[in-house]
């Protein structure tokens, strides 16, 4: 009998460079193909982390799961990252989605179906979900070093700049430049409790 597969795909901002939406189709469509794999469904969360499984498709995915189980017999991925970076958890879902539903995960990406009953399988698994994993530790690494850069440089503006300003330039060239229209309420507040207008009338 001809076997079925759930296709899952996970794009955020971060991934820009390399794994659009479009890219993991093509990836998990000719896995699916060259194994002569039936495509039951997809599910694509766009714009959404992988550290946790609070995303609206991953849950569409799983009560499906739920509901179908006897009919899929594998959840493809283009690769494990996509489905997530947190070892722990990605590792405690994976073991579950087998073990109580029969359905193993595929990393297209590198041609692997994972076995979690099978010792060097459930290695090699664990070794794709951990360079997930320490590629997330790395990037906030890299985030907090360069915040803290900024901040001894005197450069540091936050995630969002303050009412009244807008953010330009890039890198070491980005500022604050004053918008003027929201300038003129910063003005007239700082102005206005100067010469003691009570802070109610300000308001």
Not at 36 to 55: C, E, L, Q
Request: with cysteine.
């Amino acid at each position: 009998m001809q076997k079925k597969a759930l296709r899952y795909h996970r794009f955020s901002n971060a991934d820009q460079s390399h794994g659009s939406l479009e890219r993991q189709d093509i990836i998990t469509s000719h896995w699916c193909m060259n194994n002569n794999i039936i495509i039951t469904d997809t599910f694509n969360d766009d714009g959404y982390s992988a550290k946790t499984f609070d995303r609206p498709d991953i849950k569409k995915l799983f009560e499906f799961i739920r509901q179908q189980k006897s009919k899929i017999d594998y959840l493809v991925v283009a690769e494990l990252t996509r489905f997530s970076r947190e070892l722990g958890d990605a590792i405690n879902m994976v073991n579950k989605i087998q073990k109580q539903y029969g359905i193993q995960i595929v990393s297209s990406g590198r041609n692997s179906i994972y076995d979690v009953k099978d010792a060097t399988s459930f290695f090699m698994m664990s070794i794709e979900f951990t360079l997930g994993n320490t590629d997330n530790l790395q990037r906030e690494s890299n985030i907090n070093g360069g915040i803290y850069t900024a901040k001894k440089e005197g450069r540091y503006i936050g995630s969002r700049p303050p009412f009244g300003y807008a953010k330009t330039g890039e890198g070491k060239e980005k500022k604050l430049v004053a918008i003027e229209e929201e300038a003129a309420v910063i003005r007239y507040i700082f102005d206005a409790y100067l010469s003691h207008t009570p802070i109610a009338a300000i308001k």
